[in-house]
């Protein structure tokens, strides 16, 4: 079966730093990947040079089958190469589901007087009733961004990158300012997910890292490590050596 996502020897220097060193990774449909490492290890290096946000030394990207790593990033996004970006940057005003009809209408083209469109996008308004439904979201469809919770923030930025119809979807950080109590609502809504996405997640929170993911791979000082189940990569010393003296905890549940 071909690779959704192909990630080949990709390799990234700042001048004398090499913050990415020949990384290969292969992402298939359905997959629950994450990407771990500690901090500085280059995982949002990696992100940004497998969506187009830095240029690669060397190594190829490939998405279903297309070379893409020189493509800019805008083009990636149109063939569904998605990272869920941070709601912070949008309008703390627009409401959630303004947020949602505005990705729906950019994805199919309407770049001009876009509210104006509103009306006249056949299935628009079933289609974001079912991205709120998704990601629980339907209660605070009406509410201005500015006030969410970081949690429903968050849950926000997965079904805006839903929106735009993705065949691989980067989750960058989705419990990021989440009170640790509550993660399990962000796991909930990740479990209702495409069953056919691919899936890289990238998180500090471990127990949601253990939860969500099939596989994780790890990442130390620019280099792949291991990569491995919850259960191989808690056991494995190698990665306890490299999260040594790091606040995360490796443990699987
Ligand atoms: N634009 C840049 N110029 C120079 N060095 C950089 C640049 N961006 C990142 N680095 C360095 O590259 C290394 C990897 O950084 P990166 O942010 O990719 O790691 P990370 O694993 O995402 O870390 P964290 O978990 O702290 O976010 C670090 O040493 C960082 O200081």
């Known amino acids: 079966m071909t690779a959704l996502l192909d ?7 700042f001048g004398g730093l090499q913050v990415s060193a020949g990384i290969t990774l292969a992402l298939h449909a359905g997959e629950r990947c994450a990407l771990i490492g500690p901090n500085g290890a280059g995982k949002t290096t990696f ?92 209660a605070v469809a009406g509410t201005a961004v500015g006030r969410l919770a970081y949690g429903q923030q968050r849950l926000l930025e997965i079904a805006l990158a839903l929106a735009l119809k993705p065949k691989v979807l980067i989750l960058d950080e989705p419990a ?33 890292v253990f939860r969500f993911a099939r596989r994780i791979v790890v990442l130390a000082q620019g280099r792949l490590l291991c990569s491995g189940t919850a259960r191989e990569i808690a056991a494995d010393p190698r990665v306890r050596e490299v999260y040594l003296g790091s606040r995360a905890d490796v443990q699987p549940h």
């Open 176 to 208: 990021a300012g989440v009170p640790h109590a509550e993660s399990h609502r962000i796991l909930d809504a990740l479990e209702r997910l495409p069953p056919d996405l691919a899936v890289l997640m990238i998180e500090h929170d471990m127990d949601l």
């Open 7 to 13: 990630v080949e020897g990709l390799s990234k220097n």
């Open 47 to 138: 992100v940004n040079l497998v969506t187009g946000v830095l240029e690669p030394c060397a190594g190829t990207i490939r998405l279903a089958g297309e070379t893409i790593t020189r493509l800019p990033a805008e083009a990636r996004v149109r063939r569904g190469l998605i990272r869920s970006f941070q709601v912070a940057r949008l309008f703390r005003s627009m409401t959630v589901r303004e947020h949602l009809e505005l990705a729906v209408l950019e994805r199919e083209g309407h770049t001009h007087r876009l509210f104006a469109s509103v009306g006249r996008v056949p299935g628009l308004a079933d289609e974001v009733a079912g991205l709120l439904d998704g990601m629980g979201l339907t």
